[in-house]
């Protein structure tokens, strides 16, 4: 949990509003998320928007906040007020008072009067710094506010002549994490890693991939992880060439693989990890040799992580370990060089070897600076996640059919190389089969 909540979040605001001011200044407007109606009567969990909830570290749903930046800045938050019936039914809400104090706001209204308050806070700023294009309802008021602020303009009143997209500056700021977010990270990964390891000790054959499954979620939810940070794939044998599964619903047989990429999200920040390992507890020699392989390439992407390596240098090496292995095992024919060059190793290892983490599962930031894939700094978050998934087809070998391996870890760039946050779950076949043999001591209900 979070043991002072204005620390870091008006910290952020101040960066942001600094950079704003470099850029000629202005006013920013950043919303939170609505809820969502799941079906009649039921809403889905809510999740607060992750722009706002890293400015503001506020969890109600229907805010915003407001951002001016100047000679004196103002932090500004709109809230849901306080109601005594609504609380009865809804729970708790901090009220604009309770909340500007908490969450280091200078002032705080609530959210019925931002329609209203939002022209007379735009007149005289120069800038309009939003997101645009994210939720259409959103552009609706921002616009017909700015609008409203034109229509009110009187002699020597002026409204706002440029609008920033403020992701561009956002996007930048997420992308390098802060201590505070380091130290939930680290965590996350952590309880991610022990859930890894309690669906090695469940698996057996005849269980099914519900079963592990939710093995997973209770280590995530009793370590006060409110859920998953996206939908937990749970995949055996064929299911594990599928690279969005999400039924597991099948019962695992005896001498499959069982590919699972979980994470769980804690205090908004989410782990992603992928293990594959024996449903049985021991590799068989196709299985060990092509996960030799996927490890060999997780070892060398993770070697390649270090300040000023460009973001690709990861994946570059992974493919290069990956290619000349399917070669040495028969999948692939023709020269190495001429195999990447060509693309041809996607017919096994169809995706990236990595993706910015954050909030977000597939984090903010841009890969690419003017064309050129960007240089890491210590900071950057993301995952390392090798792969092969070999389908059955005439001209494969059959001792390789329906065979899907991923190993995914999640990086932190630092002055010395990286730092993975995911190395409680093991990943080399005799820590993976050393774990397993233990479970046969540990009772589970088949
Ligand atoms: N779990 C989503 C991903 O690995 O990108
Ligand atoms: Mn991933
Ligand atoms: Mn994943």
């Known amino acids: ?82 109601d005594g019936e609504q609380e009865i039914w809804t729970g708790h809400r901090h009220g604009p008072e309770a909340a500007a104090e908490r969450f280091g706001f200078d002032e705080a209204w609530p959210m019925d009067q931002f329609d209203r308050k939002l022209p007379s806070l735009l007149a005289n700023q120069p800038a ?8 259409p309802e959103w552009d609706k008021r921002i616009l017909a506010a700015l609008g409203q602020a034109r229509a009110d303009a009187r002699a020597g009143t002026t409204t706002p002549r440029t609008v920033h997209e403020i992701s561009a500056v956002l996007d930048e700021m997420r992308l390098v994490k802060d201590a505070f977010e380091i130290a939930i990270m680290r965590r996350a990964g952590e309880i991610s890693a022990a859930a890894h390891c309690q669906a090695m000790r ?71 990890i992928t293990r594959t390992f ?5 590799f068989d020699g196709p299985q060990r040799d092509l996960y030799q392989l996927v490890l060999a390439a997780n070892h060398a992407a993770r070697a390649a992580v270090r300040p000023g390596n460009g973001w690709n240098a990861p994946h570059e090496a992974a493919v290069a370990i990956l290619t000349q292995g399917f070669v040495d095992l028969g999948l692939l024919a023709g020269a190495t060089e001429n195999l990447i060059e060509t693309e ?46 070999i389908r059955a087809a005439d001209d494969v070998p059959k001792a390789f059919w329906n065979i899907g391996i991923r190993i995914e870890d999640n990086i932190l760039v630092t002055a010395e190389g990286g730092e993975y946050f995911t190395d409680g779950a093991p990943r080399e076949t005799d820590e993976i089969e050393a774990l397993m043999r233990d479970r046969k001591r540990i009772s589970v209900n088949v």
Not at 235 to 242: D, E, I, K, L, Y
Not at 278 to 282: D, I, W
Not at 358 to 385: C, N, S
């Open 278 to 282: 024996p449903v049985n507890g021991r």
């Open 128 to 135: 309009l710094w939003t997101g645009l294009a994210a939720n």
């Open 1 to 82: 949990m979070i043991a002072d909540p204005v620390f870091p979040f008006r910290e952020r605001r101040e960066r942001l509003l600094a950079q704003m001011l470099a850029a000629g200044g202005g006013v920013a407007v950043v919303p939170t998320a609505p809820e969502r109606e799941r079906n009649r009567g039921t809403l889905y969990p809510y999740r607060p928007d992750s722009q706002f909830f890293y400015l503001s570290g506020f969890k109600e749903p229907e805010a915003a906040l407001v951002l001016i930046a100047g000679e004196t800045p103002r932090h500004l938050l709109f809230c849901r007020a306080r």
């Open 344 to 389: 041809a190793y996607r017919r096994f290892y169809m995706h990236r070897t990595g993706h910015w983490l954050g909030m977000d599962v597939h984090d903010a930031g841009q890969y690419k600076i003017g064309g050129q894939w960007r240089p890491l700094v210590p900071g950057m978050v993301f995952t390392i996640e090798p792969g092969c998934y």
């Open 202 to 272: 469940a698996a057996r054959p005849g269980r099914a991939e519900y079963e592990i499954e939710a093995e997973l979620l209770r280590v995530f939810r009793a370590s006060g992880s409110p859920f998953p940070a996206y939908p937990s794939i749970v995949a055996s044998g064929p299911n594990a060439c599928v690279l969005h599964y999400a039924d597991n619903d099948r019962r695992m047989l005896d001498g499959e693989l069982l590919l699972i990429d979980a994470g769980c999200e804690l205090d908004g920040y989410a782990a992603d």
